[in-house]
């Protein structure tokens, strides 16, 4: 019996034609790529687990192309598959059989910046590490942020409405995107590139494509809104000995950090020895201890004798958390820290610790948490799965998929968001395992679908997660997104065989 992830059978779309390529090139000269090796890596997911066998990879530079490029397909009867960085995990980011890639690589220009409200606009293709970095010299940042921001583009996070590292401080994109440009499957325009906080005329159609994985439309340009960069930040690197003592410092830290808090993630001791293992990335704070060791927690090492790993020596911790602080006055923030700190191990709710100021460490700390996922890369082969669950219950899940699997698994490992409630739940195996995975599923989503939890909490759906839509939505919710996608896309050409279950199609 066939994994309900595995590929449809091809659905009757036009194949391309010597005249197809003739066109495209005359709209895109030089920027119609044909050739098998240029084309591999765009045919290949991040994960190198999806594999499609396109064999046209078209690159517009403007809204008008890309309008000219969809109005074509559409008449044509030709399949077209959205592209950005193609760093999403669920498999929506590549073709499953032969369809067109349309690239926003080539579309990366920053429209406009207003430096008083602090809104961005910009075309699909920028970015978001680029985004960034010219944001800094302005004194701003994106309101999101990931371990993929030097590959992702902003209208593939837009796309995938991506979550990140500072969701738990400045929200989801749905409130974050002000305006988005889209070509619709027909090629027609819709500018809702509005850059306004309050628009209340009529419905709010730009929500609809955020989050919409390509099968909508394709999103040409986005409004953003932006924060000012913040002028002191803190990071911290904490380890706890059980996970109801990290949700207990999850708590006491946001009643004493409040307004600065802008993180709170974790990682388990599993995802610390990969890290060792295949990034050789040392843990800040076992072994010897060290000047990375800053001045409050050697404070508190040596005054409070209570921590019960003080010696030079210490051991590895079950879990891991990463705090971050974002404010806009150092002294306040350091106070608050320290204050919190003192609090979390004189309680003995944290056994170990570091801090970070400066930049670099500050990117140090955070690469433990961040590159997790290129880690588990080195594994072998990775199931993914990334759950949303009422906080208290996030690990329990990991337990007990690791008790389920017993010995059949290379490792069992659970890192996310805590302050979002969302979980990365992998499990590897030295090679694809059709056994493992039956083991794996449905067994993780009757566990999410008991607790009321999603089964995609910021990944999306794509080609891999389609099937399993109904663990987290009534099948009246699916029968209306089919509807929507039937008025928007009434041929499918759009990013077809991702995010709709089979059986609507
Ligand atoms: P792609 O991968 O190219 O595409 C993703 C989907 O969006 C596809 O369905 C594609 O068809 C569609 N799409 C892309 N561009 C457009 C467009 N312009 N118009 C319409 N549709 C489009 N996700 C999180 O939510 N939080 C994280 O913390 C996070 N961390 C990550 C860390 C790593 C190391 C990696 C590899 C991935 C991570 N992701 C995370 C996954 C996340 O979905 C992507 O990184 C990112 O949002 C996708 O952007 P992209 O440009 O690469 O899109
Ligand atoms: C993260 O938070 C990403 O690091 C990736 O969402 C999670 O790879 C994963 O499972
Ligand atoms: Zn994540």
Same mark, same amino acid.
């Given at each position: 019996?066939?994994?309900?992830?595995?590929?449809?059978?091809?659905?009757?779309?036009?194949?391309?034609?010597?005249?197809?390529?003739?066109?495209?090139?005359?709209?895109?000269?030089?920027?119609?790529?044909?050739?098998?090796?240029?084309?591999?890596?765009?045919?290949?997911?991040?994960?190198?687990?999806?594999?499609?066998?396109?064999?046209?990879?078209?690159?517009?530079?403007?809204?008008?192309?890309?309008?000219?490029?969809?109005?074509?397909?559409?008449?044509?009867?030709?399949?077209?598959?959205?592209?950005?960085?193609?760093?999403?995990?669920?498999?929506?980011?590549?073709?499953?059989?032969?369809?067109?890639?349309?690239?926003?690589?080539?579309?990366?220009?920053?429209? /406009? *910046?207003?430096?008083?409200?602090?809104?961005?606009?910009?075309?699909? #293709?920028?970015?978001? =590490?680029? +985004? @960034?970095? &010219?944001?800094?010299?302005?004194?701003?940042?994106?309101?999101?942020?990931?371990?993929?921001?030097?590959?992702?583009?902003?209208?593939?996070?837009?796309?995938?409405?991506?979550?990140?590292?500072?969701?738990?401080?400045?929200?989801?994109?749905?409130?974050?995107?002000?305006?988005?440009?889209?070509?619709?499957?027909?090629?027609?325009?819709?500018?809702?590139?509005?850059?306004?906080?309050?628009?209340?005329?009529?419905?709010?159609?730009?929500?609809?494509?955020?989050?919409?994985?390509?099968?909508?439309?394709?999103?040409?340009?986005?409004?953003?809104?932006?924060?000012?960069?913040?002028?002191?930040?803190?990071?911290?690197?904490?380890?706890?000995? /059980? *996970?109801?003592?990290?949700?207990?410092?999850?708590?006491?830290?946001? #009643?004493?950090?409040? =307004?600065? +808090? @802008?993180? &709170?993630?974790?990682?388990?001791?599993?995802?610390?020895?990969?890290?060792?293992?295949?990034?050789?990335?040392?843990?800040?704070?076992?072994?010897?201890?060290?000047?990375?060791?800053?001045?409050?927690?050697?404070?508190?090492?040596?005054?409070?004798?209570?921590?019960?790993?003080?010696?030079?020596?210490?051991?590895?911790?079950?879990?891991?958390?990463?705090?971050?602080?974002?404010?806009?006055?150092?002294?306040?923030?350091?106070?608050?820290?320290?204050?919190?700190?003192?609090?979390?191990?004189?309680?003995?709710?944290?056994?170990?610790?570091?801090?970070?100021?400066?930049?670099?460490?500050?990117?140090?700390?955070?690469?433990?948490?961040?590159?997790?996922?290129?880690?588990?890369?080195?594994?072998?082969?990775?199931?993914?799965?990334?759950?949303?669950?009422?906080?208290?219950?996030?690990?329990?899940?990991?337990?007990?998929?690791?008790?389920?699997?017993?010995?059949?698994?290379?490792?069992?490992?659970?890192?996310?968001?805590?302050?979002?409630?969302?979980?990365?739940?992998?499990?590897?195996?030295?090679?694809?395992?059709?056994?493992?995975?039956?083991?794996?599923?449905?067994?993780?989503?009757?566990?999410?679908?008991?607790?009321?939890?999603?089964?995609?909490?910021?990944?999306?759906?794509?080609?891999?997660?389609?099937?399993?839509?109904?663990?987290?939505?009534?099948?009246?919710?699916?029968?209306?997104?089919?509807?929507?996608?039937?008025?928007?896309?009434?041929?499918?050409?759009?990013?077809?065989?991702?995010?709709?279950?089979?059986?609507?199609?």
């Amino acid at each position: 019996k066939p994994s309900p992830a595995a590929a449809p059978h091809r659905l009757p779309f036009s194949r391309i034609t010597q005249e197809d390529l003739d066109f495209f090139r005359k709209i895109l000269p030089g920027r119609v790529i044909t050739d098998p090796d240029l084309l591999e890596s765009s045919n290949v997911d991040w994960l190198k687990s999806v594999r499609g066998s396109s064999e046209l990879l078209l690159r517009p530079q403007t809204t008008e192309d890309v309008s000219q490029i969809l109005k074509y397909c559409n008449s044509r009867n030709l399949a077209v598959n959205p592209q950005g960085g193609n760093t999403g995990l669920v498999g929506g980011s590549v073709p499953v059989y032969d369809e067109i890639i349309l690239s926003t690589a080539l579309m990366n220009n920053i429209l /406009t *910046f207003d430096s008083i409200s602090g809104i961005l606009t910009c075309q699909a #293709g920028c970015v978001l =590490e680029n +985004l @960034s970095l &010219y944001l800094e010299e302005k004194d701003y940042i994106m309101p999101l942020d990931l371990g993929a921001k030097g590959s992702c583009h902003i209208g593939g996070n837009v796309a995938t409405n991506a979550g990140g590292l500072r969701l738990l401080r400045y929200g989801s994109l749905h409130g974050t995107v002000l305006g988005l440009e889209v070509v619709l499957a027909d090629g027609q325009v819709l500018d809702c590139l509005a850059t306004l906080r309050k628009d209340n005329t009529g419905y709010d159609l730009k929500q609809l494509f955020i989050g919409s994985e390509g099968t909508l439309g394709v999103i040409t340009a986005v409004s953003v809104l932006c924060p000012r960069k913040p002028r002191s930040v803190n990071v911290v690197f904490l380890g706890c000995e /059980t *996970f109801e003592q990290l949700l207990k410092t999850f708590q006491l830290c946001r #009643g004493m950090l409040g =307004e600065i +808090l @802008s993180a &709170y993630e974790f990682l388990d001791s599993e995802c610390m020895r990969l890290l060792n293992t295949h990034l050789k990335l040392l843990n800040p704070i076992s072994g010897k201890v060290t000047p990375m060791h800053t001045l409050y927690i050697y404070i508190y090492i040596i005054k409070h004798t209570l921590m019960a790993n003080s010696s030079p020596h210490r051991a590895d911790c079950p879990f891991y958390v990463v705090i971050e602080t974002s404010g806009s006055d150092p002294k306040h923030d350091g106070e608050k820290l320290h204050n919190f700190l003192e609090e979390a191990m004189t309680s003995s709710l944290v056994t170990d610790g570091t801090v970070a100021t400066e930049d670099s460490k500050i990117k140090a700390l955070w690469s433990m948490r961040e590159r997790v996922t290129e880690a588990l890369t080195h594994e072998g082969f990775t199931y993914k799965y990334d759950i949303s669950l009422p906080v208290e219950q996030i690990y329990q899940l990991v337990t007990d998929m690791r008790e389920h699997l017993g010995d059949r698994a290379k490792s069992v490992v659970g890192y996310g968001h805590v302050g979002d409630g969302n979980l990365h739940l992998n499990v590897t195996s030295p090679a694809k395992d059709p056994a493992l995975l039956a083991a794996i599923e449905p067994f993780v989503y009757e566990w999410t679908a008991r607790c009321h939890g999603s089964i995609s909490a910021e990944h999306g759906l794509g080609l891999k997660k389609r099937n399993y839509i109904y663990y987290s939505k009534p099948s009246q919710a699916v029968a209306l997104m089919g509807n929507i996608k039937a008025m928007l896309d009434p041929k499918g050409i759009l990013n077809p065989y991702k995010t709709l279950p089979d059986n609507l199609k």
